[in-house]
């Protein structure tokens, strides 16, 4: 490995971090907060991010396939480390809950520790929604441009089967890339701020959930979520902007190059928008027959649907109350999250599809021994060594989560509270149920478990493999 270009590497990205947090700088300096705590986090960051850059400076700047999953395994442990300072500076948190809420915010996985937010100093707010919104763009660059290169947990297929900007050839450079999806990113956010401005949301609060919706985070200025507005038109405007948000931003730049006609033949996209439709007709029907009115219904159904498939973690309602089959299907949709090559969390459906596929081949053989019958994607049969990543991936997220929902149950949790913490964590979804359900935080957990669900968080999305191979011996010997 090129440890001294990793390093450098990351030197950068903390110097990355440190400028993200002038905005915060900026707001508590309009709103009349004290501005020394985030301009100190700034130039803490900024500082050591250029003294790592500038001690590790080498003319060696070959990258190796080691190299790749150092950098990325490490990415989101230092920018959630810079990430942390604020919260500490201000007094607002300890260390252990500023990494825990840091974690959260580049993970997009929304769980929070926090309470009272409209409480909490605007630019404490701002700076984690930020956390939210630059953790979104760094996850679409990994798992379009990156990670297929790495060819990790069968998302081979997403390079060679998805048309866009990485599979297409038609900006190969990675660079290139970036700058296509950067803008299409940042078009989005501004486009659904301005919605919910129109809406009636005030433009600060309009800018935090704009930040948080895109990233499919779910950080939120007000204790009731979403639903703390009580305006049907903005949860309806944030329920549209999480789907499109869920959805592969390959076939966001397919519809801007003019490619519309090809975005329906996706199959990953028709899967995931029946699944939407399917929970969220079920959530209506449940509502309607315990009372609520017919617009109300599909209004609150449609909304913690894709918020919850999304792995958004927004909420209008407490679902906790609900009845338990709309529990059941609720964590069958926070494992399942959205598309490949978007900002959501979850297995994804990518490999959802594939798996079923395969399930069904398998069966199959098993009644015709002799019957041929490959695992085909968009008419090419998939190769055996994406089926076996793909069954490997599921074999270590799922393990992970029973792993980690055991060790939270040796503290004292319920069983419900314990699985839906490991796998909300894991899904980067945010909300679960029993004491972390939709209105209620993390704090209540003590140090070790936080920090093992921000090791969850991390595993989740670096999509497992990048974040365990790490771990072992081989990787580090020559």
Same mark, same amino acid.
């Given at each position: ?15 990355? $971090? ?129 990670? %297929? ?16 900007? $990485?599979?297409?050839?038609?900006? %190969? ?128 159904? !449609? ?68 019957? $041929?019958? %490959? ?83 991390? !595993? ?19």
């Amino acid at each position: 490995m090129n440890l001294l270009l990793d390093l450098f590497v990351l030197g950068w990205l903390l110097l990355l $971090v440190g400028a993200f947090q002038a905005p915060a700088v900026l707001t508590a300096l309009i709103y009349g907060e004290d501005a020394f705590p985030y301009l100190f986090s700034m130039l803490v960051s900024l500082a050591l991010g250029g003294v790592l850059s500038s001690v590790t400076r080498t003319k060696d700047r070959r990258l190796r396939p080691r190299d790749g999953f150092l950098i990325v395994g490490m990415a989101w442990v230092i920018a959630s480390i810079g990430g942390a300072l604020p919260y500490v500076f201000t007094g607002t948190l300890g260390p252990v809950d500023a990494l825990f809420e840091s974690l959260a915010g580049f993970t997009t996985t929304g769980s929070t520790v926090m309470s009272n937010l409209e409480s909490q100093e605007r630019a404490l707010l701002l700076w984690r929604s930020i956390t939210q919104w630059v953790g979104g763009m760094g996850i679409i660059l990994f798992t379009i441009a990156i990670l %297929p290169l790495l060819g990790i947990g069968g998302m081979q297929l997403f390079k060679a089967e998805v048309p866009g900007p $990485v599979a297409d050839k038609v900006r %190969p450079r990675i660079a290139e890339t970036a700058r296509r999806l950067w803008l299409i990113y940042v078009g989005f956010t501004l486009l659904e701020c301005g919605c919910l401005w129109l809406a009636g949301m005030g433009l600060y609060d309009a800018v935090n959930h704009s930040l948080t919706t895109l990233a499919t985070g779910g950080f939120s200025t007000r204790d009731l979520s979403v639903g703390g507005f009580e305006s049907p038109a903005i949860e309806w405007i944030v329920t549209l902007f999480m789907l499109v948000a869920g959805v592969n931003f390959v076939i966001h730049h397919r519809i801007l190059g003019g490619r519309v006609s090809e975005v329906w033949k996706d199959t990953e996209l028709r899967y995931y928008l029946a699944v939407i439709g399917f929970v969220t007709a079920v959530c209506a029907l449940v509502l309607m027959r315990g009372g609520t009115p017919f617009g109300e219904a599909v209004r609150l159904g !449609a909304f913690q649907t894709v918020s919850l498939m999304t792995t958004t973690g927004y909420a209008t309602a407490n679902f906790e109350l609900w009845p338990s089959i709309l529990h059941m299907m609720f964590l069958i949709i926070m494992i399942l999250g959205g598309m490949a090559g978007s900002t959501s969390g979850g297995i994804k459906s990518l490999r959802a599809i594939l798996g079923l596929r395969a399930l069904g081949a398998s069966v199959d053989r098993l009644i015709h021994p002799r019957a $041929v019958r %490959p695992v085909k994607y968009a008419g090419k049969p998939v190769p055996e060594e994406v089926l076996a990543g793909i069954w490997a991936f599921f074999s270590g997220y799922f393990l992970i989560i029973a792993v980690t929902a055991v060790i939270i149950t040796g503290f004292g949790y319920d069983i419900e509270t314990s699985l839906s913490s490991a796998l909300t964590a894991m899904g980067n979804v945010g909300p679960g149920l029993g004491e972390v359900g939709a209105y209620d935080n993390f704090a209540h957990y003590p140090a070790l478990v936080k920090l093992l669900l921000g090791v969850c968080m991390i !595993a989740g999305r670096l999509e497992v493999f990048t974040l365990l191979i790490l771990f072992m011996p081989s990787f580090w010997r020559r």
